[in-house]
Each structure stands twice: as structure tokens, then as C-alpha cells.
């Protein structure tokens, strides 16, 4: 809700990423231009309009890009990302790891952008983000798993205010692991709150039935901040159980070319009994290092997993992302 984007603290950072083209677009307006009667609405009560309008516009566009993979899987221009991830612990802790990063949508036009091709590596949550995932593989909740998933999606228009869509791909390894998922979402308003909710259904080969739900609470502090919750419960036919996390996530865009954020997670199982696996706090900070398609990210984490009686696990990852597209991230300045 992955404010990453869920995410999840991901869609809490796209938020703000276009903040500033809103604003200028306001101040560059010819008077002359505006009907009168909206001339005549007091300047707070326009200002709160304009908000409320950005953000249900960027929670409906939250790009993908700047503010991490998790973003409710709203709407982006089609892209291509390769990059790194490089993982250094204490030795007492385990090996340093290095691991590639791919990860792609792109519209298929001819099909009025009804159809996407889409690489991606987490297909159950829409809002877990990499230190979430890292921090249940430490606490042996999920296993490792780094072969992509290639999938072609179909979006419906949205019925009842839902979003849906259906995917059918493969995860690429040997031998192949196809799967079939579909997913609805959908985002409320409860006074300065933005509620976005999503439920997937996921069916593959290698593993039994599974189904996540997301609900995530997300509201603006300030022009530059904000503050979001989100629950994610994963039940496993497997288990016939669920996985669970809650997440608390502050983010800052601090510039134009700087974001940060400090993310908070639980997590849990309730099979075979309901009890704590592990808790994880992470710093996360993404600059542009060239224009918009190098990017860098800084995240110091520690996971506090039951299976080390949990007993502190530092670590530190650097994870560089060069993107490939064109509109795929809309200026920030």
C-alpha cells in the first residue's frame, strides 16, 4: 500500500513528488482565465480543494519510479529498470550478498493500455516493501526468492470504484512456475485520511492457493511529509493460516533530488499458534544521482527475528536503479 510504492511508505512519498508542477501550475494562471464564481472562493477553502485534489490525483498516479516498486500498482508510463542491490552484514551475522534488480511495465498501446507486460519479483502484496521482505526472510516467515516473474496483465475499467485486474505469467527459473493472479483495488477518503485497500488472489503451480488483503492509512503532515499505516494479511493454504505485518512508515521528501523515510513493521503468524516473528525498523533515502534515470538508494536496517531470540541483525544495503522509458516519471520541479 508495498505505502514504494503501501508501500506502504512508497505511495506516502509519491504524495509529494509533484507537489511543487501543482503549485507552479496555480501561481502561473492568468486571472482573466478563471471563471468568477471560482474567483470568489475564499483562498483557504481553495487551497484545501487544490490538496484534496492532488492527492487523490497522486494516489492515483503514484509513480513508481522515485518513491519505490510498491505503489497500489496505480497507473505509469511504461519503463524498464536494471540495477543492484548490495547487502553488507557484521560476519558474525552472515555473508555480504549482491543481487541483480529487473524490473519493467510497459503498455502495449495498441490495446488502448488495456494490456501490460510486466516484470516484477513480489506478486502477492502491493504495498510489502524491500525491507519487509528482507526482514521475513530473516525470520524464515518467506524464503528467499530473486527469479523475476514475467506476467501480461489485463485492466478492466474501474466498476463500482474498483480497479481490477488480471495477470497470467511464469516466474522465470528452472523449471518455469507458472501463475495466475487478480486483484482489485480501490482508495477511500475519511477526512484528511486516504484509505486505498487491495486484495489479491494468487494461484501457482509450486504453492497452494494464497489470498493477501491490504488496508493502509495515509495522510499529508505537512507540504513535505507524511505519515501512513498499513495492515497486510496473507492467508496460506499451506498453512491454513496467515502471514501477517503492520507497518508504520514517516516520509520526507526533502528535495526534489532527495526523499527519506523511517519504516516501523511487525510481523507475525497466527498457525501454529498466533504469535510475534519478528519486528524490523529500516531508514530508507533515494537521491537522483543523473536527471531522473540513476538512481541511489541508502537503507540501514535491523531485524529482530524469534528464530534468533531476537537477538539484533544490522545490516546496510546500497541498491542502484538505472531506468529505461520515456514519461515514465513526471517532473518534480
Known sequence: MTLTSSRGWSTLLALFALTAPVGRADEDADPSDTPPAQRQIPTLERSRESVSSLVEMLLRRADALFSGSR???APTGSYVMLGGKFTFR???DGDNEQTPITRAKIHLPKTEE?????????????TTSDSQREAQVESGQ????NNPYLALRALTAKTL???????????MRSPPDPFARLRATRTFTAGAWQIPIAETL???QSEPFSATSEIAFLRGLTQDTALGFTTNATWRESLRGFDLSQTANLAWLISDRHLAALELAAYGTTQPTLQDTAYSVALRYRRKVLTDWLLLEVRPEIVYPRN??????PSVV????????????PPLR
Not at 488495456?114 to 502491493?126: A, K, S
Not at 534468533?308 to 541483525?313: G, I, K, M, T
Not at 546500497?318 to 516519471?329: D, I, K, P, R, T
Open 308 to 313: 534468533q531470540d531476537f537477538r539484533a541483525l
Open 142 to 145: 518467506a524464503t528467499a526468492d
Open 90 to 92: 557484521r560476519s558474525e
Open 318 to 329: 546500497l541498491q542502484l536503479e538505472v531506468y529505461f522509458g520515456a514519461n515514465y516519471l
Open 71 to 73: 505503489s497500489y500498482d
Open 114 to 126: 488495456r494490456l501490460q507486460l510486466l516484470i516484477e519479483r513480489d506478486i502477492e502484496g502491493t
Open 202 to 204: 494468487l494461484a501457482r
Open 161 to 171: 470504484k474498483l480497479q481490477l485486474s488480471a495477470d497470467a505469467g511464469v516466474r
